[in-house]
Structure formats: C-alpha cells, structure tokens
C-alpha cells in the first residue's frame, strides 16, 4: 500500500506554471493586445482545467486502490475468522463424538454385566421365559452385592491412596526442613564469609598503612642511630670512665 500511494504521488502531475500576464506594447493596438490577452487568460484556464481533472482522477484511483486493500484485507479478516470457527467446530464435534462414543461403550458395557448377572441365577428355557420373584430377588440382591464389593475396593484403593499422599506429605515435609536447614547453613556461611572478608580487607588496610609508614620510620630509626653513633663517637672508648669522671672531662 505505501508503494502504490508513493508511486502515485510520483505520478502526480505538476501544477502548470502560469506564465506571466501579457503587457501592452508601446505600438501595439488596443483590440490586438484584449486578443492576446483574452488567449492569455483562456490558454491558462484551459491548463490549469486540465490539471485539475488529472489531479481529481489521480485521487480517485488512489481512494480506489485504499477501497479495495481495505475491502481485502476485511475479506482475509473473515475468512480467516471462518477458519477459526471452522476448526472449532470440528474441534467440538470430535470431542463430542469421543464422549457419545465412551458412553455406547459404558452402555454397552454395563447392559453385558447386567446380562452375565441375570444368567447366573436365571436362564431362559421353553418352560419359563421370564425369572420368578424369587430369581429375580436373587438378581438384585447378587446386583447390590457386586456394588458393594466395588464400593469397598474403591474405599481400599482410596485408603491406600490416602496413606501414599500421606508419605508423601511427610517426605515433602522433611524435605522442606532441609532446605530450610541448608538455607540457615547457607547464610551462616555467607556471614562468615562476609565476616572473613572484611577481616582480610582490615589486615590489608592495615598492611597497607604500616607499608605507607614504613619510610617514615626508617628515616627515624636511621636518624636516631647517626644521633647515637655521634655521641658514641664523641664519648670514645666507654671503658675509660672510671670513677666520678664526667662527660666534660672526657671531653
């Protein structure tokens, strides 16, 4: 779509230049100079006329082209809604044939049952088609007995559930105390990390100070033994002072 519109606008014609209004020479006749004029202003006319109905019918081709994409694209937007409705559709009745499907089985399965139950207390012969009252108690009592002995193994089955959910639980429950003792572990360690990183950051600052100062004291210490070995030297040999001899004696 922005192609065509700059394609368009590429074609677009340009607006004609109107040239500029005759004048009057100085020899020239009235009637000769309304003429040229009258042509002047017809000839414009005629021209920008012209430009206007090309300039009009470029806006209608393009006002078609934008009519048309816009149509097409409401059309994709349809069909492809129709396509959605279409899958869901299918979708639902698939679904819906799955579950008419499982309940002729259920149905089926079910009458079967029924049938194998009625033929363990009553078979039709010639003599008799239908059960008597006592047969057919039997029937509802056998009936009732199977359902509950379904009922009581689905009440096992949900017992022996109950107790794995229950292990479960615990196990989980342990689980979480671990986790919770290995986070408690976890940050101890990360104070004690903490802790011995920031006794290195002292030991080092304090390494650092003393290498600063260092110099400093060499510079003493070297000023005080020159301050020594003068008065050593000044003093001489210690071992002749006897006595009350004094230093300004020695000397």
Request: charged content about 25%.
């Amino acid at each position: 779509m922005p192609a065509t519109t700059d394609a368009n606008a590429q074609a677009s014609p340009k607006r004609p230049v109107t040239p500029p209004i005759p004048v009057q020479q100085a020899d020239e006749m009235q009637l000769a100079f309304l003429k040229r004029l009258q042509l002047y202003s017809e000839t414009t006319a005629a021209e920008l006329s012209k430009w206007e109905e090309e300039e009009a019918t470029r806006q209608q081709a393009i006002q078609r082209q934008l009519a048309e994409a816009e149509a097409a694209r409401q059309q994709a937007a349809a069909e492809a809604a129709a396509a959605a409705r279409l899958q869901q559709q299918q979708v639902e009745a698939s679904q819906n044939q799955a579950r008419y499907l499982a309940t002729m089985e259920l149905a089926n399965e079910e009458a079967t049952y029924w049938r194998i139950l009625r033929q363990q207390h009553f078979r039709a012969n010639e003599e008799q088609e239908e059960p008597t009252e006592e047969e057919r108690r039997k029937e509802e009592i056998a009936v009732l007995m199977e359902l509950l002995y379904t009922c009581n193994w689905q009440q096992r089955e949900l017992l022996a559930m109950r107790q794995t959910l229950i292990r479960h639980e615990a196990t989980l429950r342990t689980q979480e105390q671990r986790i919770t003792a290995l986070q408690n572990a976890n940050s101890q360690l990360q104070t004690t990390v903490g802790t011995g990183l920031a006794r290195l950051s002292a030991v080092e600052s304090t390494g650092s100070a003393v290498a600063d100062c260092s110099p400093a004291l060499a510079a003493q210490a070297k000023q005080l033994e020159e301050r020594i070995n003068h008065v050593v030297a000044c003093l001489g040999d210690i071992s002749k002072f006897v006595g009350a001899t004094t230093v300004s004696n020695q000397l």
